[in-house]
């Protein structure tokens, strides 16, 4: 019998799991599309490596075993599997056509939502990953100051510019690489040690699991007005989840261009690209950046149902909430079994467990845990306050 959300007397049956990795192994580099969901993250002859369906925040693989889904897609499920109000819409779009010859009314409905909710959106741009728009972003502020210099901190996709940082850039040319340096969060001597009048942008993630300290977005922002860089802040993961208006609305701190994914469509593809007018108006012309699937319309009749309902339900407000619960409840349980070496941490729409690799090393050395809270690893919901969601409910 499948394991299920609930005390198993073992580890879950992932046989079929199994076979289809090893068809994987035969024709898919790397066996995935999306680092994060490979199972290199995942406990080996244990976590599952497939996932056949989804419901709510419940997840059942190719093998019938069910979890509960902490990652909700890797963060682009904001509400919940098969949402009723995001997949109508995305229903009655469909009998209407996805993508057309010409331009969907639907592009201006989302561009106008957007700017209502997003601070500093002036102008929009839509494509279909974070990639996407973050290269755009770097394009534009490029274009803008004429100026090379990218300062980076946090992931922002594969692109040349931003993957040129880490050690897996293989095949960019070394005259890109020198484009593009790192600083560090909450650090910011590290930024302000390396801006200078050749800087186009800095870009970051506002923020990770760590708040930010000592005005530091504020600092950043500043510093980037005081060279004449741009600033753009990734909020892939902040966006329509810390606030309905991201970082921004959070922090009360202004980005020159902001971009963002995941949260704004409930697991559809959309990516968002944000910001000032003087500078988004470049693309009228001087920048290109154009896709065949900018304007598909059942992502964006998924954004306008999405945004919808984080609005009207208060959705960032009960994320932090119950995230909030759950970080607590993760920490007083393992105060309460001397487990000093892990501990939850982040924020309440978005949290992560850490494990140390040593005792009393967990503050510099804490390493992710991307494991469902399911049954199926004997951890389930008997020690979190409140118990275990309801699987007809979101996450």
Known sequence: MPNGVRSNPDFPSVERSEAIYNRAKQKIPSVTQTLAKGPTQYIKGVAPKYIERAKGCRVWDVDGNEYLDFNMAIGPVSLGYCYPRVDEAIKAQLEKGITFSLMHPIEVEVAELVSS???????????????????????????????DGILACGYHGWHDWAIATTDRNRGI????????????YNDIDSLATQIDDKTAAVILEPMLFEFPKDDFLLKVCDLCAKKGALLIFDEMWTGFRLALGGAQEFFGVRADLATFS????????????????????????????????GGEALSLAAAVATIGELKDKFVPTVLQRTGARLIEGYNALARELSMDYTQCIGMGARSMVGVAEARNSLAGHARALVLPFGGGYRLHARGLPGGAPNPEEGC
């Open 173 to 184: 040319p070394g005259s890109v690489r020198a484009l593009t340096s790192a600083f560090n």
């Open 262 to 293: 995941k949260a704004v469509a409930n697991g559809m593809p959309l990516s968002v690209l944000a910001g000032r007018a003087d500078v988004m108006s470049l693309l009228e012309k001087d920048v290109f950046f154009y896709t065949t699937f």
């Open 117 to 147: 909710v997003v601070p500093n959106a002036e102008r929009i741009r839509y494509s279909k990953t974070g990639c996407d728009v973050t290269s755009a972003a770097i394009r534009l502020a490029r274009a803008f100051t004429r100026r």
